[in-house]
């Protein structure tokens, strides 16, 4: 049996940012990381638009909060050193109503909270910033910037390996359990065991902690988000990043602009219940999956709380006329021939029983296991920080039985 210091398991940038991170601190362990693709960064970090979070959403206090603020410093100082590109680009938040222009101010308050650089702008002013947006009021965030995702894993990786760990990717886990103070990893014919195991599954987090024994008390439920990319000829429309206000009763920010690293302006996602974890497709469907996520008590109970958004979201997936509509809302000048579709993808949202979105970070550790359950955005943005939490949290628990439920409130 093969003997390491450390495993992580999910090649995205979470399980990545772990590895890094536990290398960086301790070069003589012997650190692993199983990826069940052939590639790296496949799903959720491969597809995500590659923005840079400020932290203007969140609770203060919360780890979404203090994590992204910090997430944030790190990948930027690990961008200009490695000299990964990275743009500090900036984002408008647009209210276009009185009812939005309030709960922007609402917004203004939670983002000098959680101390991010922004301001109030009218509708003068935010012309200078996005001519082409439909303006009431608008948040001006300064911190918001832009990154290729991709291109941190790469850099991540290539650290790992030439500090002295393994990446292997083409390699499903199909086994956890105790041993003593161990873990054992079952991966087809070959079994391991290491004094830590970090779960970074991201859509198979809830699996692969049940598997190790642990009740995640809450079941991953997929929702798809839908993007059109706009066409060259229309780039101009957007300069930097349109978000709307988001609607507190609705747990996800609506369709928003956002220009990306290589240039090119992403605009979306809508989010829809999806059959299929890793199926990006709008009939994709796996049985599995569509079992799980149907007989589990808090989506009925989610359903039943916002199926009218939830009808209004689907049928826009299926419309690209409805799409545009709600694209104009932010820009009236955009039409239909002035987007394409691009790729599409899912968000690992954790669900709980009684059918809450699970809000924040949720990490939960039991002896040598660590389970990264709920990481959605912006886990990107704060994976260098969230890795920082599970190394600390780590080291400590090493030799010691109990176990510890962590999310912030």
Not at 177 to 183: F, M
Not at 209 to 231: E, K, N, V
Not at 382 to 387: P, T
Request: proline share 5%.
């Amino acid at each position: 049996m093969h003997e390491h210091d450390a495993i992580i398991i999910g090649g995205g940038i979470l399980g990545l940012a772990s590895a890094w991170t536990l290398s960086k601190r301790h070069p003589d362990w012997n650190i692993l990381v199983l990826e069940k693709e052939n590639r790296l960064a496949t799903h959720q970090t491969g597809r995500n638009s590659g923005v840079l979070h400020a932290g203007i959403y969140y609770l203060p206090g919360s780890m979404k909060a203090t994590l992204t603020r910090r997430g944030k410093d790190l990948m930027e100082s690990l961008a200009s050193e490695r000299g990964i590109p990275f743009e500090r680009c900036g984002k408008l938040v647009i209210a276009t109503d009185e009812q939005e222009c309030s709960r922007l101010d609402t917004l203004h308050e939670r983002s000098t909270a959680n101390g991010v650089n922004c301001r109030m702008v009218g509708p003068e002013e935010a012309a200078e910033l996005e001519p082409h947006a439909r303006v009431m009021k608008a948040l001006h965030v300064m911190d918001t910037g832009i990154i290729d995702y991709s291109l941190v894993c790469s850099t991540l990786a290539e650290d790992i390996t030439a500090n002295g760990g393994e990446i292997r990717t083409s390699t499903r886990v199909s086994g956890l359990r105790r041993d003593g103070k161990k873990a054992v990893v079952q991966a087809g014919q070959v079994e391991a065991r290491t004094s830590l195991l970090v779960n970074c599954g991201g859509l198979q987090s809830d699996r692969l902690a049940r598997m190790s024994g642990t009740d995640p008390g809450a079941r991953i439920i997929p929702f798809r988000g839908d993007y059109y990319q706009l066409r060259p000829e229309a780039r101009h429309l957007c300069r930097n990043l349109i978000y709307p206000v988001p609607d507190p009763a609705f747990p996800f920010l609506g369709v928003h602009f956002t220009r990306m690293i290589d240039g090119g302006v992403e605009c979306g996602p809508n989010a829809v219940l999806s059959l299929a974890r890793e199926g990006y497709g709008r009939a994709s469907f796996n049985f599995r999956d569509a079992c799980d996520a149907l007989a589990w008590p808090g989506l009925h109970r989610l359903v039943a709380r916002h199926w009218r958004m939830g009808c209004a979201e689907l049928l826009r997936s299926w419309s690209k006329s409805r799409f545009t509509r709600s694209l104009q809302r932010l820009v009236p000048d955009i039409s239909e021939k002035d987007i394409m579709p691009a790729q599409a993808g899912n968000r690992a949202q954790a669900l709980a029983r009684n059918g809450d979105l699970v809000d924040d970070f949720l990490i939960q550790q039991e002896g040598p296991f660590v389970h990264v359950i709920n990481a959605p955005s912006p886990a990107a943005t704060a994976s260098l920080a969230i890795a920082e939490i599970i190394a600390d949290r780590a080291e400590s628990a090493l030799g010691t039985p109990p176990a510890t439920l962590e999310t912030a409130r």
